[in-house]
């Protein structure tokens, strides 16, 4: 009987120090990549403000929501919204998991099941649409002027991000999950996992149009960093 709770015991420990081992070298991993910048892509022109903003742990990109290259409000409709109000001039958009997005409006409702799939890439996403009617640049927000031709393939990463219904357009999420009054849910294409996280996907999303970005990061943190850093 002894020998068996010594045999548990040790197998827990085992455990134990493998879980600490591998959530220091996670952490570690992703100070350090997050540290390593991706240049930018010097181009002479700047058309176009983006954003990035965060809320202190998930990283959104905002786009104006119409220009001479896209209208986004023809898919990313202000009806889908509960104001329905039509009066605004940004988008931010922002990828991750299902689960948390419409399961998860606190961290207190928060359940195992929920945060495991998410973890290791058992749930479907989502894309997360909220309108502004401007934009205030600070701490949480980050104003970024790119080229008509850098905002082109933003514009692509960001399109082929949504899964799309037969007819090829946006499926909207039905839900009572809301943050406010001028956000909705989409359907989107991937699984988040601890290596692609919604700040992950924010962060290609500023390589593929050339833009100063992190090797790779997890955490709204990193992304900021390498702008703080180039102010």
């Given at each position: 009987m ?6 548990l015991l040790?197998?827990?420990g085992?455990?134990l120090l493998a879980?600490i ?6 952490l570690?991993s ?7 910048s991706?240049?930018?892509e010097?181009l002479?022109?700047n058309?176009?403000?983006?954003y990035i903003i965060t809320n ?6 905002v ?5 001479e ?8 409709k202000?009806n889908?919204?509960n104001?329905?109000?039509s009066l ?13 997005y419409l399961?998860t ?7 195992f099941s929920?945060?495991?799939n998410?973890?290791?890439?058992l749930s479907?996403s989502?894309i997360h649409a909220?309108?502004?009617?401007s ?7 980050v ?5 008509k031709e850098?905002y082109?393939?933003?514009i692509?990463?960001i399109k ?5 219904d037969p007819s ?6 039905k839900s009572?999950a ?5 956000d909705?849910?989409?359907e989107?294409?991937?699984?988040y996992s601890l290596?692609h996280t919604?700040?992950?996907?924010a962060?290609d ?10 090797l790779?990061?997890p955490?709204?943190?990193?992304i900021?960093?390498q702008?703080?850093q180039?102010?």
């Amino acid at each position: 009987m002894q020998q068996r709770i010594y045999r548990l015991l040790k197998l827990i420990g085992i455990l134990l120090l493998a879980f600490i081992v591998l959530s220091c070298t996670y952490l570690l991993s992703a100070y350090l990549l997050s540290r390593i910048s991706v240049n930018k892509e010097n181009l002479p022109i700047n058309d176009i403000s983006i954003y990035i903003i965060t809320n202190g742990v998930h990283t959104d990109l905002v786009v104006p929501i119409k220009n001479e290259q896209i209208n986004w409000s023809n898919e990313i409709k202000f009806n889908d919204t509960n104001s329905k109000d039509s009066l605004f001039q940004y988008v931010a958009l922002g990828w991750g998991d299902k689960g948390f997005y419409l399961e998860t409006p606190t961290w207190a409702d928060l359940k195992f099941s929920t945060a495991f799939n998410a973890a290791f890439a058992l749930s479907s996403s989502a894309i997360h649409a909220t309108f502004y009617k401007s934009m205030a640049e600070g701490k949480d927000c980050v104003k970024i002027n790119i080229s008509k031709e850098q905002y082109s393939k933003l514009i692509r990463y960001i399109k082929n991000s949504f899964l799309l219904d037969p007819s090829g357009h946006l499926i909207n999420i039905k839900s009572n999950a809301n943050y406010g009054a001028n956000d909705t849910f989409y359907e989107a294409i991937g699984s988040y996992s601890l290596l692609h996280t919604c700040n992950t996907w924010a962060n290609d999303g500023l390589k593929s149009c050339g833009q100063v970005a992190c090797l790779w990061t997890p955490f709204d943190t990193g992304i900021f960093y390498q702008y703080n850093q180039n102010k």
